[in-house]
């Protein structure tokens, strides 16, 4: 695949997201008859974003100006009965604009129905069918003291801490003397020498290195997360309501399944639904470079991963919800 071909691949990953977005809007304007006033309330400036990214799915990927719609109709139907109410006034476009300027009211909301008494926020995910949904991007050194507040993790936290920059240091070292570069500091020497910074580009006889980074970080995790489960189950289900993309308990996650053969969508499914925090933790699994946890409604995939480049020691758990569905 070439570069070109990457780079469309992913506009397009961010462009169907947000289409999707206003095109659901759309369907659920039409079916509450709120069309006009849906219209008079996007701004030029929107509707000419939507209007490029319109432009470019039509020009790159055609077969889904036809299938986006389709299953934008199928899906705002499925919120209306599931909601089971049409008294809205207003519906509003969140997006990734909003989260931008940092607005709280709305939070991990994509779209609000606003209603005379009740106003109903909606975290929509376009998703292919047994594949996992990205929620959260959690700093790793925070990730304990700010999602598992209600349990004492600071020491955990403060040794997890030492570990990142220990390990860190390991990594670069044996990096460095791989590579036959002069170590210094991290990978200040690595960077004046021009070295490749993306994880994906490293060859395989340095990308060991960084694996093990990875795997020295994600069984600490791991391990923490056994003795949180073990200390107070109930708690620590509660506590995951963040990183599955559920901190606002009011939030209806909608996540619209698809199947894709021969650029068209098939067997698609519409799960409208809120995170039951009082559901049980089947089990855990411990895998290379991640661990999943597995609830009874989804399954929470924690991942070890670099903020941008790998030579930073800005590192995150990325966070991925897999729902289980019948």
Request: with cysteine.
């Amino acid at each position: 695949m070439s570069s070109s071909d990457i780079s469309q691949l992913a506009l397009l990953n961010e462009y169907k997201g947000s289409l999707f977005e206003y095109l659901v809007s759309l369907k659920l304007a039409e079916q509450l008859d709120l069309s006009l006033s849906f219209y008079n309330s996007m701004s030029e400036n929107q509707l000419s974003i939507f209007e490029q990214q319109e432009s470019f799915v039509r020009n790159f990927f055609p077969n889904l100006v036809y299938e986006l719609p389709k299953l934008a109709g199928t899906t705002a139907n499925k919120i209306l009965i599931d909601l089971g109410t049409k008294d809205i006034d207003r519906i509003i476009i969140v997006g990734k604009s909003m989260a931008s300027n940092n607005t709280e009211s709305y939070s991990e909301a994509d779209i609000v129905l606003v209603g005379p008494i009740k106003s109903y926020n909606l975290s929509l995910k376009l998703a292919k069918k047994q594949s996992f949904v990205n929620t959260k991007s959690a700093g790793i050194k925070s990730f304990f003291s700010k999602y598992f507040v209600d349990f004492n993790v600071d020491p955990i936290q403060a040794k997890l801490n030492s570990l990142v920059d220990n390990a860190f240091e390991k990594m670069a070292m044996n990096m460095h003397h791989e590579a036959d570069i002069e170590y210094s500091n991290g990978f200040e020497n690595w960077e004046l020498e021009n070295q490749v910074v993306l994880p994906g580009k490293l060859p395989d006889d340095l990308k060991v290195f960084l694996y093990q980074y990875y795997s020295i970080l994600n069984n600490y995790i791991y391990e923490n997360i056994l003795k949180l489960i073990e200390l107070d189950q109930e708690m620590f289900v509660k506590s995951c309501a963040a990183l599955i993309g559920h901190s606002q308990g009011d939030l209806i996650s909608v996540i619209s399944f698809y199947e894709q053969k021969d650029d068209l969508f098939v067997k698609t499914e519409t799960l409208v639904t809120k995170f039951d925090t009082n559901q049980k933790i089947l089990d855990v699994k411990l895998r290379d470079n991640s661990f999943d946890i597995i609830f009874e409604t989804l399954i929470l995939q924690l991942r070890i991963k670099p903020m941008n480049k790998f030579t930073s020691k800005s590192y995150k758990v990325n966070c991925a919800v897999k729902f289980l569905t019948n």
